[in-house]
């Protein structure tokens, strides 16, 4: 009997060292929690290159000075816009230039951008997420279709090549553009064979995904979806097949109830709120409301509280900070101590230069808060 209750105390000794072990690595694996402040860069998202024009662009880009400046202001994370809605994306990608049926260079850069950065920021121990629509690029028609996504529609019916994807309501009675419809399976496994080739290529280098346009019509979609052969699971699947810890943000808009998660997790694979806003307070139609912390709009508990707004002029946008860095270091002190997480959007030039007042500012934060 006696050597029985040892053995029983030997294991269970035994399972709580395990689990206080393996606890202890899930919360250290939860960098975002610990992370300070990071940088977004919209980059070339918003111009409409040509081919010619876009290679040139990818090609001026200075890797190891950027790296470095990201590196001087102490930033430990940035957010990398591989591609937006003009279809075009700063990394070669063989399955989204065989489902548009073109040669690399054309809607694809012929430098792999995000490779040459993963590997420069991975050396000062900085992480990097990368950017992507959760749906087709919405600015070309022929490229919906050829991703095979729900094509805009006016009072259900699909509106057609000569009608610009990027209407309204507003304009067009009955329009719904694609993102505001719920994705098909064919879709799901376009996009999956797309971003499943960037994450088995980039692996751990890529250490999260931060995607854009998962509207409403997209969360309550994935019930239904799960019936068919290829739904939302076989596109996150994909996603993190190359680093199965990545963390995962899904963005429907900025605004607290969506892009903090106040109401819950708009993707069952979410692992951090998208965050998207503009200020750091609460919009209201008069004045302002509460500060955006995680105590004032707390999301779910197995989520990571993140934060996201422009620190110029909008999103990619200025040359001058529009905040004092009394209220900058105040705000990530605040939100880093209760447990959140925050991401400031600054501009940056086709090379890699960051605006020097911004830099410098930056700077600034990244002494106070360190």
């Known amino acids: 009997m006696e050597r029985n209750v040892n053995t029983l ?36 998202a918003f111009k409409n290159h040509t081919p010619d024009s876009y290679n040139k662009a990818i090609d001026s880009f200075d890797v190891s000075r950027f790296s470095n400046a990201i590196e001087t202001v102490k930033a430990n ?3 990398f816009v591989i591609g ?17 049926g073109v040669d690399n260079g054309v809607w694809t850069a012929k430098r792999d951008l995000i490779m ?28 919906i279709k050829r991703m095979g996504d729900t094509l805009p529609s006016i009072n259900g019916k699909p509106a057609g090549p000569n009608i610009n994807p990027m209407s309204h309501p507003r304009n067009i009675k009955g329009f719904l553009r694609s993102e505001n419809q719920p994705p098909n399976p064919i879709f799901l496994k376009n996009w ?23 509207k409403t019509e997209m969360r309550d979609a994935y019930e239904s979806l799960n019936k068919e052969q290829y739904n939302i699971d076989t596109w996150i699947k994909a996603v993190r097949s190359g680093n ?16 903090l998660c106040t109401n819950g997790k708009l993707c069952p694979h979410q692992t951090f709120t998208s965050g998207e806003n503009h200020g750091f307070h609460q919009r209201l139609k008069k004045g302002v409301g509460k500060p955006l912390t995680p105590k004032n709009f707390p999301c779910p508990p197995e989520l990571v509280w993140h934060l ?5 002029d909008g999103w990619g946008a200025g040359t001058e900070p529009r905040f004092e860095i009394d209220l900058l270091s105040d705000r990530v002190n605040t939100i880093n101590s209760q447990g959140g ?17 911004i830099l410098t500012v930056l700077e600034e934060l990244g002494n106070t808060i360190n």
């Open 244 to 259: 199965p810890k990545a963390e995962l943000a899904f963005n429907a808009g900025a605004h607290p109830i969506l892009s």
């Open 341 to 357: 997480a925050i991401t400031l959007d600054v501009p940056v030039d086709s090379d890699g230069t960051i605006p020097k007042p």
């Open 192 to 214: 999956a064979d797309v971003c499943g080739e960037w994450s088995t290529r980039y692996g751990a280098l890529v250490s999260g995904w931060w995607f854009d346009g998962y």
């Open 116 to 143: 040459e950065l993963g590997e420069e920021l991975a050396k000062r121990d900085i992480k990097l997420i990368l950017y992507m629509t959760a749906r087709a690029p919405m600015r070309h028609y022929q490229i």
């Open 77 to 79: 994370h940035i957010i």
């Open 308 to 312: 996201l707004l422009p620190l110029s």
């Open 84 to 100: 937006q809605h003009w279809g075009k994306y700063c990394a070669p990608n063989r399955a989204y230039e065989q489902l548009l």
């Open 9 to 44: 105390s030997t294991r269970l000794l035994f399972l709580v060292l395990f689990f206080v072990l393996n606890s202890s690595v899930t919360a250290q694996e939860r960098w975002l929690e610990e992370d300070g402040f990071g940088l977004m860069f919209h980059y070339e």
